[in-house]
């Protein structure tokens, strides 16, 4: 066996890819395997990625052990698991010197089998499969479980926690318990009886998991829904932020059915698309419902008109925007952050919106709560920014507590005896307490609070008007609603130690960023560093930018949006910044970061050496 | 400029309905559309229609789009609520206002332009939706607000008031609710009251999706010769098939009709609407024949008006979803989180 790396190192730190065609039920059997070392105790990180396709496409899924407990992708890669025969030269390719590939041995492939620094370990899994299990499709599927024993020798997984797993999703259907768990006993006695196990590169128990879950951003944030006492839920069906609603449905299915009625608590619209979705979500709300719509790119792109009006006519709304690879139609299935500026300035005219930017999903689950509260303070539109690495892949995240004493703020909305007692009539955009936000009435509550809305130019009074004075009296407060949310809105997570460079970076970028200053710190580059959690930018972020003299600014798009955010939107002199960029579409590495940073370091010092 | 609000004369002898309110407490804004034009005298039907049946003012939620027939929300029952949303998409907003609070009655006003072109799909699927809503177009096939250009419902061979002739086929709204499962069809023109009226009553007492496709010239833009949609045109070539009289819940029904020319049908809430019929032959509970006839009588030159088609017994939006009595908008924070407790449970399995 070839090995480079010292083998010490790479116990519960190593990258596992599994090579598959999709549609060939390899996702049970990734989960199995992250799963069972998550429940060892050993820090995991999961990443899928998949095409946009239902079957026959190649598919891969990445699990970082990592006892660091780091949550980006590291950018190696160390045990291949290579399914495909399409892909398999280019994944063969792949593995870091040192590592090692499985592959099956049913038909052997001996010119492909290229490689002499790493161990090539073919296992017969489709004749072994053939040969104990019938019907087609059970084979295919119990390849991937047999694959998973294999692994499970070779890394020593505990195979009594993988059988576990395996009673709690076959519960109720003990042939597939059997099956599963046969298959799983064949890959693993193959292996110890073919190689020498376990490998140098393995896993070893660990107590870092407890009190955490592994969960994906969309789940969370459809929960952070359910917490927040959201109603209606319009939404049209877009990868990757489908989930979203799939899974506020199911923990609506559990925990908003009323047990006497049998009548369900909530209503979820499946629109026609993006545009009734959104109506329907102004509509809910501008009736006093919580009222939400996950969405991606594309559909935020059709849906800017009515949040124009929504903006203008001063009604909560809350959209969830899992990014994914633009423009157009660009690559569904990948990643990306490349809607913070639609997103920040949506539809025509003056406009500008809150903006939350997750960077996990614990913070997805919290800032959907968020979302509710400040829309419906401060009656406008709130995003949540999210994206598909942090909404569709597994992240392991504290376990989510819940404080019982949360009430719902629902903002300035007049009750019927406040309408009843009020001295004059109702004046729907009148800032009466002088704090840029006017008070609002629900429909139905009483005939003196009526009211018109209207997207078309009105007067403090809710009136029609095209004069200019009364126009700008309403478009002049609403600027000065937009600066109050600067205090309302989460504050940027700080790490400072007095350094002049720094980073700056938001949402799912932060894991990566995060391993990447341990990386430099090892190197000897200290650097401070600032994720962004909102939009507008408060008087803290401003403060970090003018307090570092340079400014490494790190996101996931070509044109960097963030960092045209910073200079519209805060004094910041433009020559601080430096941009990192990642679009690729897979999740930024934090190699990547590092090589940025390096890069530009040394070209400062040879500006200065120079002048 | 701002708002208009009509002075608030109060005349002690004006007749008051069962909640003690007059006419003029249903009233709004000022109209602020060309004299003679059609849609003030749908305002005036509606205000007819929705002080005979008291309902509280507050009770009526007010939705229109984008045009001068979309303006005409502001011109009623100031005591409700209004929402003139964005040009095509009223039937969205009146969709997620239904669902936050089921208890009120919601009126959508539109235009032709409004409801066949850019709001075309929202329009077929609230429909299809059976969303619990009176939806009025006010049909002038012109798009008024932008001065005059053709709209979808624009005949055939109608003429522009500058001569141009209209070369397209038209989109039928009767037609096309027909096709979409509206479970309540009807026609009827601006300028007859005594069949309007009792169509809006029974159209917000309907359970479901009530579509009324009112014919509303454009004095200023569609009004000529060559025009189909002409108050001339529309009075020589529509024809009532159906008549319907609204009769409130435990009132009787007195009048005498002939033999198989009376249909009753019973709403939701215990009141009826009577159905005359002026061709006796004609079902207006049958949609496949409903759609025949139409199809006949257009090949004749003649649009049937009245109620044109009724279901009463198709579930509505919120039946569909099985939703709570009580409005979503009412239900108290209590009844919709899990608490603490519940999410220890939802915690076990993701560990
Ligand atoms: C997105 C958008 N496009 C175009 C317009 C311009 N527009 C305003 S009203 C209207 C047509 C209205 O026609 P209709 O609904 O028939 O109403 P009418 O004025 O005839 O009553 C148009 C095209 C708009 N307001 N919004
Ligand atoms: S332009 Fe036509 S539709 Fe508009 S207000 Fe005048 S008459 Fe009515
Ligand atoms: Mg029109």
Redesign the pocket.
Known sequence: MHTTANAQDRVNDFVLKLANVNGTGSASANTLLMKSMFRMGIPVMGKNYFPSNIQGLPTWYEIRVTREAYVARSGRIDIMVAMNAETYQRDVREVDPGGYLIYDSSWPRPTLLKRDDITILGVPLARMCNETFKGVRARILLKNIMYSGVLAALLEIDLDVMRALLAESYSSKKSLLDSNTQALEIGYNYAREHFPCPLPTRVARMDKTANHILIDGNTAAALGCLYAGATVGAWYPITPSTSVMDAFKSFCQKWRVDPETGKNNYLIVQAEDELAAIGAVIGASWNGARAFTPTSGPGISLMNEFIGLAYYAEIPAVLFDIQRVGPSTGMPTRTQQGDIMLAAYASHGDTRHVLLFPANPEECFHQAIDAFDLAERLQTPVFVLSDLDIGMNDWMCPVLDWDESYKPDRGKVLTKAQIENLPTKFHRYLDLDEDAIPYRTLPGVHPKGAYFTRGSGHNQYGGYTEDAAEYQIVLDRLRRKFERAKSLVPKALIDASGNQAAIVSVGSSDGAVREALDILKSRGVTLDYMRIRAFPFGPDVEKFLASHSLLFIVEQNRDAQLRSLLTLETPIEKHKLRSILHYSGLPISSSCIVDGVLAELGNEKRLVNSG | MSFITKPKITHPGLPKNDIGLTRRDYEGGMST??A????DSVTAAVIEAVWGLSIRPEQLAKLSGIG??SKTTAYFDSGGHGFNGVHGRMPSIATGAAAANRDLYYVGISGDGDTLSIGFGQFAHAIRRNVNMLYLIEN?GVY??TKGQFSASADIGSKAKRGEENKQPPVDPVMTALMLGATFVARSFSGDKEQLVPLIKAGLRHNGFALIDVLSP?????DHEGSTKSYEFVRDHYDEVVHADFVPPATEITAQYAEGHALPVTLHDGSRILLRKLDPSYDPTDRTRAIGYLREKLQQGEHVTGLIYVDQSSSDFHAVNNTTATPLNQMAYEKLTPGRKGMEKIMGRYR
Do not use: A, I, K, M
């Not at chain 2, 003679?36 to 849609?39: I, M």
């Not at chain 2, 454009?218 to 569609?222: A, D, P």
């Open positions: 559309l060309c003679g034009c059609g849609h001068c027939s002038n008024g607000l454009c004095v200023t833009f569609n």
